[in-house]
């Protein structure tokens, strides 16, 4: 049972193994979250922003829970740990379609590229947050980089520049 246990945290926390990418994996898995919000912006037409946000909620909850587990068998903020890339992607969709902006290719692309300098560069909050304790300390860097990421998007949106 707890090797079964172990598998199931394990495939959670590197988003179905791409978190064991042995280049980028925050990267990979920030493909693996454009993938899953474009086939619900795909197939969900009414909710979709909602879906895709709730489906970002639960996410932080279970990487909460399992934060504890995986820093315990591979280390503080590990890089197999990609759930926070997925959740981070997640928000500026979300909330695009919520505001009612169709998601273009170039959205799709910009957004995608604007979130990984973001994630990487850590501008503030990101660094500061990055620096809690526990499982907060890994996801809510992430989830700054969504936002910042989220308000990039609507500015060059609203001055017509994707």
Same mark, same amino acid.
């Given at each position: ?16 193994? *791409? ?5 980028? +994996? ?7 979250? *454009?993938?899953? $919000? ?13 879906? #895709? ?6 996410? %932080? ?5 399992? $934060? ?23 928000? +500026?969709?979300?909330?695009?379609? #919520? ?9 799709? #692309? ?12 850590? #501008?503030? +909050?990101?660094?500061? *947050? ?14 700054? $980089? ?10 060059? %949106? ?5």
């Amino acid at each position: 049972m707890n090797k079964t246990n172990d598998l199931m945290k394990e495939t959670f926390v590197s988003f179905f193994f *791409l978190g064991k990418a042995p280049v980028a +994996p925050g990267t990979f898995g920030s493909l693996g979250s *454009l993938i899953i $919000a474009y086939f619900i912006v795909d197939n969900v037409s009414e909710f979709s922003g909602y879906l #895709i946000l709730g489906l970002g909620a639960i996410m %932080y909850y279970t990487g909460l829970q399992v $934060a504890p587990w995986c820093e315990e068998k591979y280390g503080k903020d590990p890089g197999i740990f990609v759930i926070d890339e997925v959740i981070g992607y997640l928000i +500026p969709i979300g909330f695009l379609i #919520i505001f009612g902006i169709k998601i273009t290719t170039n959205i799709w #692309i910009f957004s995608f590229i604007a979130f990984r300098i973001f994630d990487v560069l850590k #501008i503030w +909050p990101a660094k500061d *947050l990055e620096k809690m304790e526990g499982g907060h300390g890994i996801l809510l860097d992430d989830v700054a $980089a969504g936002f910042q990421t989220l308000i990039l998007v609507l500015l060059f %949106y609203q001055f017509d520049m994707i």
